[in-house]
């Protein structure tokens, strides 16, 4: 059974607008939180993370929102940018215990020009 | 070569037949990882070592057999492989294994089993 969740497989946004892409988990022990961002052909890397003990970060254009209570968190991308076109994977952890990252299925964004 | 590099990038290959993937990084890190992404699934955890040694092992099929022979090199020996194993296999790296330890992902070897 899928830990983590991001429903909207794909999104498109106009260049300049604001990219929200949203993410749930069920497991309420995740303390950890990670948005990770994928070019075709290569592997995931890391572009901001967010603890439970927050419920905001935020990173130059990149925001994550956590929402401990409705087990869901946001990454915001303001403004968008062609270049921030690519698949952003949600994962969860604990932050005890080995780095076993629980991940979304991911969502594929695309930023018009 | 910079970061984690994983070859073959792409492999075909019978049932029957024996291969292994290889990961390689050059980033100093004394963890690593092997996950595998399914179509449509998410990423899933497969094995981790640190400091070459298996700390865990995600209830993971015996045709999958992990060899950590240094911090820099890991490898997925396959053997009696599934079609259903055909997947997206990716390796990581991290400087330690606990979790603010930022893992960084080779770009994957695209298995096809027949």
């Known amino acids: 059974d899928q830990q983590v969740k991001q429903n909207s497989p794909s999104l498109s946004v106009q260049e300049g607008r604001i990219s929200i892409l949203n993410c749930d988990y069920t497991?309420?022990?995740?303390?950890?939180f990670l948005w990770y961002k994928k070019y075709p052909a290569e592997g995931p890397t890391f572009l901001i993370s967010?603890?439970?003990?927050?419920d905001k970060n935020e990173d130059g254009r990149f925001t994550v929102f956590l929402n401990k209570s409705a087990k869901h968190l946001s990454l915001h991308i303001v403004p968008s940018q062609p270049g921030d076109s690519a698949v952003y994977f949600c994962?969860?952890?604990?932050?005890?215990?080995?780095?076993?990252?629980?991940f979304g299925t991911g969502t594929r964004l695309t930023v018009i020009p | 070569e910079t970061g984690v590099t994983q070859t073959p990038r792409h492999l075909v290959m019978g049932m029957t037949n024996k291969k292994s993937l290889k990961c390689e990084q050059h980033?100093?890190?004394?963890?690593m990882y092997w996950y595998k992404q399914s179509a449509k699934k998410p990423l899933e955890l497969m094995f981790v070592?640190?400091?070459?040694?298996?700390?865990e092992n995600n209830s993971v099929p015996s045709r999958f057999s992990p060899e950590c022979p240094n911090s820099s090199h890991l490898f997925l020996h396959l053997h009696t492989l599934q079609p259903e194993d055909s997947a997206l296999y990716l390796c990581?790296?991290?400087?330690?294994?606990?979790?603010?330890?930022?893992?960084?992902f080779g770009p994957g070897t695209r298995l096809t089993v027949l």
């Open positions: 990581a790296s991290s400087q330690g294994a606990g979790v603010y330890n930022e893992q960084f």
């Open positions: 497991n309420s022990m995740f303390d950890y």
């Open positions: 967010i603890s439970s003990i927050k």
């Open positions: 994962a969860a952890s604990f932050q005890t215990g080995a780095n076993n990252l629980f």
């Open positions: 980033l100093g890190h004394n963890a």
């Open positions: 070592y640190s400091l070459e040694e298996r700390v």
